[in-house]
Nanobody, 123 residues
Framework: QWRFVESGGGLVQPGGSLKLSCTASGLNLHDWTIGWFRQAPGRERERVSCLSSTGTTNYRDSVKGRFTTSRDNARKTVYLHMESLKPEDTAVYSC?????????????????WGMGTQVTVST
């Protein structure tokens, strides 16, 4: 089974920006919801955003107004643009594929998880 490939992570100072990419290899994405999730050391994985096939979005409260997810179906890529980053945004960010209900429920039934990309917000 193919996996998403995430990229774009790195070390950034508080207040900085990063743009993450999530690219698929084995499927057209236009019929699916794509979720971004993150997991910090010692903490459970949490939903960051959901992007439906029709463009509907959903964000966790702590990132609303700072993070934006978008998609380029021709490139089989979904993006997460992160601004005004905070130390508490530090985590491994991963993406997965599924349906809207799965994503908003936490992503547990979603598939094709990537290995993730590390985002570290620190001085």
């Amino acid at each position: 089974q193919w996996r998403f490939v995430e990229s774009g992570g790195g070390l950034v100072q508080p207040g900085g920006s990063l743009k993450l990419s999530c690219t698929a290899s084995g499927l057209n994405l236009h019929d699916w919801t794509i979720g971004w999730f993150r997991q910090a050391p010692g903490r459970e994985r949490e939903r960051v955003s959901c992007l439906s096939s029709t463009g509907t979005t959903n964000y966790r409260d702590s990132v609303k107004g700072r993070f934006t997810t978008s998609r380029d179906n021709a490139r089989k890529t979904v993006y997460l643009h992160m601004e005004s980053l905070k130390p508490e945004d530090t985590a491994v960010y991963s993406c997965a594929l599924g349906i809207w209900r799965q994503c908003t429920a936490g992503g547990f039934d979603m598939t094709n998880w990537g290995m993730g990309t590390q985002v570290t917000v620190s001085t």
